[in-house]
């Protein structure tokens, strides 16, 4: 297993368990998380789907070694559900103190005693156990393979918190470009922005734009999916695409085979993108990938990424991206503007941008519940060139939108401030990210509730959704090319 071991989980679920361990008695008490579990070259991450709270005095008992411990019965039940499930199982318990915490050598030799077991009926799990005090956690968990310490755990919600077993030591030296920043959120936000490995989909008008300023935020590392070249009619929206990138000496030379080798010696969006960026930052980890996100080689890349923003069209790519964030525990915004034209008399009708957060949990945004993911339009987009012909839905894809960089901005900019607040933990704790759509005509913003089916497959907790169950589902992509990658 790859380190650093990292347990993300979402800020309701953590609120569940936070009030049980702690509800102010000063006791110990008891519980189990039941996680998935995805493992990259950049580390593995448990994540957290239930909890089972102990109850005092019924599952959870004064114990033969230690203070207390968890019936037989209750580690067998919920044990039993991961093996069922095919999920890790991890008990939790909580040690007086606030800042600082470890296992007691009682802890330790229980899970000696206990694991190697539990690694057998759950089928190689892993298991472990994690021990709470109020603002730290440490964590012990087994695999067949050997034994791994918890570095760290996430609590998803508005504002991003990570939990550790100990005060972290501060970094030594701010890098002095940041200066403006670190006066608003510290060298620790700035510190935090830096570590992160953020995705984006689509590098088109509004991808272009989160791009430059997630680099000029300081993000040190960039996964840009894009398949598109850069044409003539993208230059005033593309964020440092130039005339050269289009190759608009070829393809307006009038000549047609000028034309079409101007069409293939055009830039992909995604390297001026990473050209952009490296302006902005020069140290800057970029990943150029040119591809669909709908081939599951290249959603896989961003399966151990802190953040996506989707700015691309198709809902083949929102149903990908909705599936990532829900399966892998990742937050994410969808942007969009939309010009509305009437096909007959030509009028404009109301024109709106939207900035869509979405959090890994119900009522927090997931667009299958918000339904801006259509099984019509999905299917329609499936079809070949011909089928949709043959169907008659000649529609909008091959006619041009109307698109303007000033409507990407409005999109966009609220998506990166978001994120911005969201990990320098900034935003105030009554603040819900609801989904925000501007109608620019009206110059007016009105957001919308939060809905939830109770059996999406994506956000619920139904067994047959795929919330947080990483690398042991799959996701809704189709298997085809490897991704061509250029560093
Ligand atoms: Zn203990
Ligand atoms: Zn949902």
């Keep these: 297993m790859k380190e650093p071991l990292e347990l993300r989980i979402d800020a309701p679920l953590f609120e569940k368990l936070e009030n049980h361990l702690f509800p102010g008695d000063r006791d110990e008490h008891g519980a189990v998380i039941v996680a998935g579990i995805v493992e990259t070259p950049r580390g593995t991450r448990l994540l957290a789907r239930e909890v089972f709270l102990a109850r005092d005095g019924i599952d959870y008992v004064p114990g033969q070694h230690g203070y207390r411990a968890l019936t037989a019965r209750f580690v067998a039940e919920t044990s039993g559900y991961c093996a069922k499930e095919n999920l890790c199982y991890v008990a939790v318990h909580c040690h007086g103190g606030k800042d600082e915490v470890s296992f007691s050598s009682d802890d330790m030799a229980s899970h000696e005693r206990g694991y190697p077991a539990l690694l057998d009926i759950t089928r190689g799990g892993p298991v472990g156990a994690l021990v709470f005090a109020k603002n730290a956690v440490a964590g012990d968990i087994w695999t067949p393979s050997g034994r791994y310490k918890l570095e760290h755990m996430t609590i998803i919600g508005a504002n991003i918190r990570k939990l550790y077993p100990s005060p972290r030591k501060r970094s030594p030296i701010a890098n002095p470009m940041y ?128 953040f996506i923003f989707l700015a691309t069209d198709s809902m083949q790519s929102r149903l990908v991206f909705n599936a990532i964030l829900h399966q892998y525990l990742i937050p994410g915004i969808q942007i969009g503007a939309k010009v509305p034209v009437d096909k007959q008399t030509k009028q404009v009708g109301d024109i709106f941008t939207a900035t869509r957060p979405v959090l890994p949990y119900a009522y927090a945004g997931c667009l299958q519940c918000h339904e801006l993911i259509p099984p019509g339009r999905l299917q329609q987009e499936t079809l070949s060139e011909t089928e949709r012909r043959n169907q008659q839905y000649v529609e909008d894809e091959n006619i041009a939108q109307p698109s303007v960089i000033t409507l990407n901005v409005k999109s966009a900019e609220q998506a990166v401030n978001d994120f911005k607040m969201m990990f320098t933990g900034l935003y105030k704790p009554e603040v819900q990210l609801r989904h925000q759509v501007h109608f620019a005509r009206e110059r007016k913003t009105s957001e919308v509730g939060p809905r939830a089916d109770p059996n999406c497959l994506d956000c619920s907790d139904s067994n047959r959704s795929r919330r947080a169950r990483g690398d042991r589902f799959r996701l809704p992509c189709r298997m085809l090319e490897a991704p061509s990658s250029s560093k």
């Design 179 to 306: 200066d403006r920043h670190s006066r608003m959120f510290g060298d620790v936000g700035q510190e935090i922005l830096s570590n992160l490995k953020v995705g984006i989909i689509g590098l088109g008008g509004g991808g272009s734009l989160i791009n430059e300023w997630l680099s000029r935020l300081g993000v040190e590392h960039i996964v840009a999916i894009d398949f598109d070249r850069v044409e003539l009619t993208n230059l005033p929206r593309i964020v440092g695409a130039t005339h050269r990138d289009a190759m608009t000496w070829l393809t307006k030379s009038g000549i047609p085979w000028l034309e079409k080798l101007g069409k293939r010696l055009a830039a992909y969006k995604v390297h001026v993108a990473r050209r952009v960026a490296k302006q902005a930052n020069p140290s800057i980890h970029y990943d150029a990938i040119v591809g669909n996100i709908v081939d599951e080689s290249i959603a896989k890349l961003l399966v151990d990424t802190d």
